[in-house]
């Protein structure tokens, strides 16, 4: 059954560092999200993607992320200078026809 | 303000019991979306419903769309069933609730 998957699973980095997050959807879905959860919180939304640009994207969502599809399977979440307050799981996922099919997640624990 | 709301907040059972878990939400929707979430973290979609009752093994999800609730039901739980229930509604994106945790216990 065809999964949608993410690296790295889990990622240290220290407050100020770039990071980039992967994911690489289900082939033949064309709408991809990334999501975030926080430690004890709820899943929230960060932004949807769709044709090549971003369709829409959270108040969370501000300069310094940024979402890419480089090569036409990869599709990545840029934090372009990372925060203490960016640690929490990440989630990508992509869409078909109705459901939305979730990435096993990425780890992100700022220092 | 929070647009979905799940009750109960927490739920322990004993094996076999009969699991009801509840959400209301407060806009008009097409859809609602019930996930499980395991305590490693990951995410899989259980139902995605848009009107009535959906059935899959041993877990049942009702929604009524007039009055904005749905129930998730687990029949004879086991302690596999022991995780994170989420129900989230679909816009453009999904709007999730805070889940209920569920333990179940042998």
């Known amino acids: 059954e065809p999964e949608v998957t993410q690296t790295p699973s889990h990622q240290v980095t220290q407050m100020g560092q770039e990071v980039i997050l992967r994911c690489v959807p289900i082939?033949?879905?064309?709408?991809f999200y990334w999501y975030r959860q926080i430690l004890g919180q709820k899943v929230e939304f960060l932004v949807s993607?769709?044709?090549?640009?971003?369709?829409?994207k959270s108040e969370i969502f501000d300069d310094q992320f940024s979402v890419e599809r480089p090569d036409g399977s990869n599709f990545t979440l840029k934090i372009r200078s990372t925060k203490l307050e960016d640690s929490a799981m990440y989630f990508c996922?992509?869409?078909?026809?109705?459901?939305?099919?979730f990435g096993p997640g990425t780890r992100l624990t700022v220092t | 303000k929070n647009e979905v709301e799940q009750s109960p907040q927490n739920l322990t059972a004993q094996e076999g019991e009969f699991i009801t878990i509840n959400c209301s939400y407060s806009?008009?929707?097409?859809?609602l979306h019930w996930l499980q979430q395991h305590p490693g973290g990951g995410i899989v979609s259980l139902f995605m419903?848009?009107?009535g009752k959906k059935k899959h093994g041993r877990l049942i999800a009702t929604i009524n769309i007039q009055e904005k609730h749905s129930s998730l039901h687990i029949t004879a739980s086991h302690p596999r069933d022991s995780a994170v229930y989420i129900c989230?509604?679909?816009?453009?994106?999904?709007?999730f609730g805070t889940g209920t945790r569920l333990q179940v216990f042998p």
């Open positions: 996922a992509s869409q078909g026809e109705y459901e939305q099919y």
């Open positions: 082939s033949n879905h064309l709408y």
């Open positions: 993607f769709y044709n090549n640009e971003i369709s829409e």
């Open positions: 806009v008009g929707i097409s859809a």
């Open positions: 419903l848009s009107s």
């Open positions: 989230a509604y679909n816009t453009d994106k999904l709007i």
